[in-house]
């Protein structure tokens, strides 16, 4: 008895309305095919990258005076990644506190003037730290 209660409270519920088939999706084209993702421009040039230590090297030298000694880094720093802002702005100051002792104009500040605007061309926003992090 208890059996025919279940079959038929079974046959007598309310049927569940079938799921309606799943959405067509439109075939996946093949990944060599598909659209490549578009390419992000650079990074603006900075003391990180290859130049980093040679950039850190040369500020310590400066800090100290080593004026020499800081233009060899930095032109180790300008050499290792073309592309540098810091590089560049470093190596032109460095090439200024050399001219400095002069008033006039001279190759020395020449040089500087000239790597100023490179270092300003490859990152306008580019501001120097001076190894403060």
């Known amino acids: ?5 279940v079959l038929l409270s079974a046959a007598l519920a ?6 309606p088939p799943p959405a067509a999706t439109p075939p996946q084209a093949p990944a060599a095919t598909a659209p490549s993702a578009p390419v992000a421009p650079p990074a603006p040039a900075t003391s990180a990258g290859p130049a980093a230590a040679y950039i850190d090297a040369g500020i310590a030298a400066f800090k100290k ?6 233009k060899a880094e930095f032109e180790k720093a300008e050499a290792a990644d073309p592309q540098s802002a810091a590089a560049a702005y470093y190596l032109g100051y460095t090439y200024y506190k050399i001219g400095e002792p002069s008033k006039r104009m001279n190759a020395n500040k020449e040089k500087a003037k000239e790597l100023f605007a490179r270092a300003f061309s490859l990152d306008p926003a580019f501001n120097p730290t001076w190894g403060r992090k």
Do not use: S, V
């Open 65 to 70: 005076r080593h004026f020499a000694k800081a």
């Open 14 to 19: 309310p049927q569940a309305a079938p799921a």
């Open 1 to 5: 008895m208890l059996l025919a209660t």
